[in-house]
């Protein structure tokens, strides 16, 4: 009897193991939940690369995270905060220092011509000592302005009909300029020394006439200067100079 039921039992664990082979090999057994098959861990240790490239433009990526086990919800947090403009804003104009100096010279061109004549000037006649024979005339500017004296002064006393000749070697370089309450001169020879000249005779009013531009035109308004009680004597040799700056130079000749 106890001799059978071993048997029994013999039979039924040969056929239980039977059973569990079968099944491992069908793939319908429960495998051990506490083991570790190698190539899962094999797997566990390698890390999975990002299926997706990172969006060069900044913009967040919206594929799921193939490492860490990510969900497919997770947006990326790499948005550039820069926007790309620099913040140097210079305007590039540099205003220079203004100066007192507006850029105008002193000389704004050539000032425009301004005869002198009896309206803008005294005139006075003098016979000097020297050199005998010889009388000063002297113009001085009472205008505002600068004045020209052209050429010579053309003279002539009472009623003459002649104009004396002016002496060429006095002629000057330029045009005298006179400034306001400034004088400028002419030199008359009223007779010869040595007596050559003739028809002397003795004048008693002298008139001072004034050019222009050009030789022999009008330079306006001529002026009558006083001359000596007992009159001014002249001759035939009667000659003018050029207009002088200088008084010196008006009685070198």
Known sequence: ???????LLAAAGITLATLSL?????G???GDEG??????TATADTPTAPSSKPATDGAPSNGPSQAGGGTSGDKGSGNGSGDGHGSGSGSGKEKGTEGTDQGKGSDDGPRPFAACNGSNTTVTAQPV???????????RNTGSQACDLTYYPVLRFDEMQWVPQPIAESKPQAVVTIDPGESAYAGVLL??????????TTGHRLTVGFQGRTPDSSGGPSALPSLPAKGVYYDSTLAVTYWQQSMDDALTY
């Open 28 to 30: 319908t057994g429960t």
């Open 129 to 139: 000592p020297r050199p005998l024979n010889h009388m000063l005339i002297t113009v």
């Open 35 to 40: 083991a570790s098959a190698p190539n899962a």
């Open 1 to 7: 009897m106890r001799s059978s039921r071993l048997r």
């Open 191 to 200: 007779a010869a020394a040595d007596g050559s000249g003739d028809g002397g």
């Open 22 to 26: 079968t099944a491992c090999q069908d």
